[in-house]
């Protein structure tokens, strides 16, 4: 639609006549190809400045070294026991009893979780509150979020992505730490949720 074709269907609007339907391209890509997305997804990650550890054998080593620097871990209720093996500082499990609140999860230094889905072109990690993943709180507070990525949740495009996930629940996409940037493109991380952004790729 061009200019001069909007002005006159809003006159037309204004006089109350009917304006024609504008028929709209939606040629989408379903499918997208690409040779190795655990590749492209490790580079889009580094991309956005998140680090990416790859696991092909003991996934609470890995885990141990990822969190070794980290003073306390708050994980959801339901993370696998076996995960924590290798970690030695405090752990607390949200929920058990209470949630915490948003005050404890702010004194929590790193928050470990499982995802739904993953998306190797643009290197995005969705988490729908499913097994493993917790309340949305979970993963938005704490300053640091440690997050387990097995490949064969990944998938190569947006819509395929979708296409597995459930619309009713509480999507959240996370491209990267949290970071944005003022007019003059001065970059600053950590307001919307976690400064740093650490991903373990099982194999």
């Known amino acids: 639609m061009n200019a001069r074709t909007e002005i006159l269907d809003r006159i037309r609007v204004a006089l109350g006549d009917p304006v024609p339907p504008v028929p709209v391209p939606r040629r989408y890509l379903r499918t997208v190809q690409c040779a190795d997305p655990v590749?492209?997804?490790?580079?889009?990650l580094a991309d956005y400045r998140a680090t990416v550890h790859r696991c092909d054998g003991d996934l609470a080593a890995t885990l141990?070294?990822?969190l070794a620097g980290s003073p306390s871990l708050v994980v959801p209720p339901d993370l696998p026991a076996e995960w924590l093996t290798g970690y030695r500082g405090p752990v607390?499990?949200?929920g058990e009893p209470a949630p915490l609140t948003v005050a404890e999860l702010d004194a929590t230094a790193s928050v470990l979780t499982g995802c739904a889905v993953a998306v190797a072109t643009t290197g995005t990690i969705v988490l729908d509150a499913g097994p493993t993943q917790g309340?949305?709180?979970?993963t938005l507070i704490p300053d640091h979020h440690v997050c387990v990525v097995r490949v064969d949740q990944l998938v190569t495009g947006?819509?395929?992505?979708?296409?597995q996930l459930d619309p009713r629940r509480p999507l959240t996409w996370v491209s990267g730490p949290s970071a944005t940037s003022d007019i003059e493109l001065n970059r600053v991380e950590?307001?919307?949720?976690?400064?740093?952004?650490e991903v373990v790729l099982v194999s």
């Open 64 to 66: 141990a070294t990822v």
């Open 92 to 94: 607390r499990r949200d």
């Open 158 to 163: 947006l819509p395929e992505a979708v296409a």
């Open 39 to 44: 590749d492209l997804f490790a580079d889009r």
């Open 135 to 138: 309340r949305r709180a979970l």
């Open 190 to 197: 950590g307001v919307h949720g976690p400064r740093r952004l």
